[in-house]
C-alpha cells in the first residue's frame, strides 16, 4: 500500500496520543518518551506512533499503526516492526493497529507455524476497529481529543443516520468544556477524518456553522499542516485535490493551493483524505 497521508496522520494523531492509550488500550503505563523510528531498513514511515513505557510488565515500545485501509500483508509489516523496535531499542513491543477506514476490517492480526519444538513461530497484534466504538460510549468519558475521531465511529448509527450522524458529531465538538483554541484543532480533525466516509456536499454542508464559529484556519494542526507538512504532504499525496493538481502539473506553489482549499476560500474544500 503506498503512502498517501502520512504526515497529515502524524499531525491529527500525536495530541491523541494518551488518550488512545489510556481509552482504546486500557493499559496502565507512565510514558517516559516518544521513540523516533522511520523503519529504513524496511519501509520508510513517520506517520506511526512509538512511545516507551512503562507498565506492569517492565517498561516495553507502545506502537501504534493507523490503517484507513485493508492490507492483506500488515501481519508481515507489523512483525517487521516490531524487530526494528526490538533490534533498536531492546524493549518489547506492544502492537496496535487502529483502523479508521470506512469498510470493514477484515485484515489478519497474527503470523504462526509450527515446525516442530524447535521451529515455531507465533506472533500477534490488536487491531481496533474505530468504527465498532459507540458515539454514547466516547461522549461518556472525558477523552475530548478523540472527539475528532467521532465521525469515523459507529458504523452502524452512521449509516442509518447519515448526516445527522455527522451533525451530532459536530454539537458534541462545540459542546465540549475547553477553551475556543482546542475546539479548533479538534473541529480541524474531525473535518479532515470525515473525508474516509463522507461525501465534501455533505461535510461543507454540516461544518460551516462551525467553520465560520470557530474560525478553524486559526487552529494549531491547521498551521502546521500548511506551514510543515505541505510539501512533504505533495510528494505523498495527502490530499487528493492537491494530488490531482500535481499530476497535471509538476511545479506549482503548494502553500497557496491548500491556502485556497482550507483557509480563504471554505467553499471550494476538498475534503477526501486519500486512503495509503
Not at 481529543?145 to 459507529?154: A, F, G, K, T, V
Not at 506551514?227 to 510528494?235: L, N
Amino acid at each position: 500500500m503506498t503512502q498517501k497521508y502520512d504526515i497529515t496522520m502524524k499531525n491529527i494523531f500525536s495530541d491523541m496520543a494518551d488518550d488512545i492509550m489510556s481509552y482504546f488500550l486500557g493499559l496502565q503505563y507512565t510514558k517516559i518518551d516518544e521513540l523516533n523510528i522511520e523503519f529504513a531498513r524496511v519501509e520508510r514511515r513517520d506517520s506511526d506512533m512509538i512511545f516507551k513505557c512503562t507498565t506492569d510488565k517492565g517498561n516495553v515500545a507502545v506502537h501504534i499503526e493507523f490503517q484507513s485501509e485493508n492490507d492483506g500483508k500488515m501481519p508481515y509489516r507489523m512483525l517487521r516492526y516490531s524487530l526494528e523496535i526490538m533490534e533498536k531499542h531492546d524493549l518489547l513491543p506492544y502492537q496496535i493497529v487502529i483502523y479508521i477506514g470506512k469498510d470493514n476490517a477484515n485484515m489478519k492480526n497474527s503470523l504462526n507455524y509450527n515446525f516442530g519444538e524447535q521451529n515455531t513461530l507465533d506472533y500477534k497484534y490488536r487491531i481496533i476497529n474505530v468504527g465498532d466504538i459507540k458515539y454514547t460510549d466516547v461522549l461518556k468519558t472525558n477523552y475530548y481529543d478523540l472527539y475528532s475521531l467521532l465521525p469515523l465511529m459507529d458504523k452502524n448509527r452512521r449509516k442509518e443516520e447519515g448526516e445527522k450522524y455527522l451533525e451530532r458529531c459536530v454539537e458534541a465538538i462545540k459542546d465540549i468544556p475547553l477553551d475556543i483554541n482546542k475546539k479548533k484543532d479538534i473541529a480541524f480533525k474531525a473535518e479532515i477524518l470525515s473525508g474516509i466516509v463522507y461525501k465534501r456536499e455533505v461535510i461543507e454542508k454540516v461544518f460551516s456553522e462551525v467553520m465560520r464559529m470557530f474560525r478553524i484556519e486559526e487552529s494549531e494542526t491547521y498551521k502546521m499542516i500548511i506551514e510543515k507538512g505541505i510539501e512533504k504532504g505533495i510528494e505523498k499525496g495527502i490530499e487528493k485535490g492537491i494530488e490531482r493538481g500535481a499530476k497535471k502539473r509538476k511545479n506549482f506553489n503548494s502553500k497557496e493551493v491548500v491556502k485556497r482549499r482550507y483557509g480563504h476560500r471554505q467553499n471550494s474544500r476538498d475534503y477526501r483524505v486519500v486512503k495509503r
